[in-house]
């Protein structure tokens, strides 16, 4: 249940910015939603507060009409699931009230005390959430995103981030890995991070003379892991959220480029026998082009999920196989998945290696390598 939840939606960290709401009068698609809607004015936290908990648990959930409605019919567990983690969530906002009710509570220390109040919530309610909750949170978190208001999405992100956190201790020391790599943008951060992981963990100063505790974790097992959430995702007929793709992929990749055989370990190998053909079809267009940055926009089009990467909301019209002959499966190919595309990159290079065949394709392999993992970068954080 702990990784579930986990790894239900990303890992942003909660705004540091001062926690000061406005009114607003977005109409939320669902009635649950509205607990998204409350307001903390700046004369008048606790009033506003009040305000907005009467709109809240009056509502009765009805379900969002913006969600996939074929998602809906096909799914109605997950439905069901949504609509319980949006009550959830409107419980939690209640009892996160209560405790603010007795907070001496000013403008300079809102941030502190929603923080406070949520640790002290989310703490003792954690082991019974449902897998919903993240789903309820993050939805209103994109509504927060399309209305532009910043200081609402900051407090959904304050809860959100406090729910991981707890979740986070609760789960193995590779996972526990993988969720603290998320949460760091650069590349020679993460590395640091896992040399120490696998090197037995600890203690460490972080950021601001901050004591940051590290686990320690197997290299192997933090790539696998990471891997095991990959193909999950990815096995989806949408992917829902890209940013946090990207960033299982990078930890997948550097985990494993930092064991004794590089991505080419043996321990790498993810046993396939037959490589996927839309991965192979992409792959084989690309290695057909001479490197250059219209390449490097095709790779990049393909993992934002658009041309061959495009999820697949529709019945898919037919399409051909490898080389352009019709499909080996007699089914069509799923989209390019990034995960998978840099699964085949790096068996093509074993292969070629193995036969010590390098050349002018090995090189413009391990040029689609670097130029891929770049991309997912720049996906990841900014």
């Not at 901050?210 to 933090?222: E, F, Q, R, S, Y």
């Not at 190998?269 to 996927?276: I, K, N, V």
């Not at 190919?333 to 010590?356: C, H, Q």
Request: net charge negative.
């Amino acid at each position: 249940m702990a990784g579930s939840l986990l790894f239900s939606i990303g890992f942003p960290s909660p705004s540091t910015a001062r926690l000061h709401f406005s009114t607003s009068t977005t109409k939320c698609p669902s009635p649950f939603l509205h607990s998204s809607c409350f307001s903390i004015t700046k004369n008048h936290p606790r009033r506003s507060l009040f305000r907005c908990l009467s709109s809240v648990s009056s509502a009765v959930p009805g379900g969002p009409s913006t969600l996939d409605q074929d998602d809906n019919k096909s799914d109605p567990d997950r439905y069901k699931a949504f609509l319980r983690g949006g009550e959830q969530v409107i419980s939690v906002l209640e009892e996160m009230i209560k405790l603010l009710e007795d907070m001496d509570m000013d403008e300079a220390s809102e941030a502190v005390a929603v923080e406070i109040a949520a640790q002290g919530v989310i703490g003792k309610r954690v082991d019974e959430m449902e897998s919903g909750f993240m789903m309820a949170i993050d939805y209103m978190i994109q509504l927060a995103e399309k209305d532009n208001d910043d200081k609402r999405k900051s407090l959904l992100e304050v809860i959100k981030q406090t729910v991981l956190d707890h979740l986070a201790k609760k789960c193995s020391p590779q996972v526990q890995v993988i969720g603290l790599l998320c949460r760091t943008p650069l590349k020679e951060s993460r590395n640091e991070l896992l040399r120490r992981v696998a090197a037995g963990g600890g203690v460490f100063k972080g950021e601001n003379d901050l004591k940051v505790h590290l686990p320690g974790a197997n290299l192997n097992d933090i790539a696998n892991q990471a891997d095991d959430l990959i193909e999950t995702m990815e096995a989806r007929p949408t992917i829902p959220d890209r940013k946090l793709l990207a960033r299982l992929v990078l930890i997948r990749e550097e985990a494993r480029s930092m064991m004794g055989g590089g991505i080419l370990d043996e321990r790498n190998d993810r046993g396939l026998s037959t490589l996927p053909e839309s991965e192979v079809n992409f792959l084989s267009k690309l290695v057909a082009l001479k490197p250059g940055k219209n390449v490097q926009e095709m790779i990049r089009n393909v993992l934002q999920g658009n041309d061959e990467g495009a999820d697949k909301n529709e019945q898919p019209q037919k399409q051909r196989g490898v080389a352009g002959r019709g499909s080996v499966s007699g089914r069509n190919p799923r989209p390019v998945r990034p995960g998978m595309f840099l699964e085949t990159v790096t068996k093509v290079l074993g292969g070629i290696y193995a036969e010590s065949n390098s050349g002018v394709t090995a090189q413009h392999l391990e040029w689609v390598h670097e130029k891929t993992l770049q991309i997912l970068q720049e996906m990841a954080f900014n």
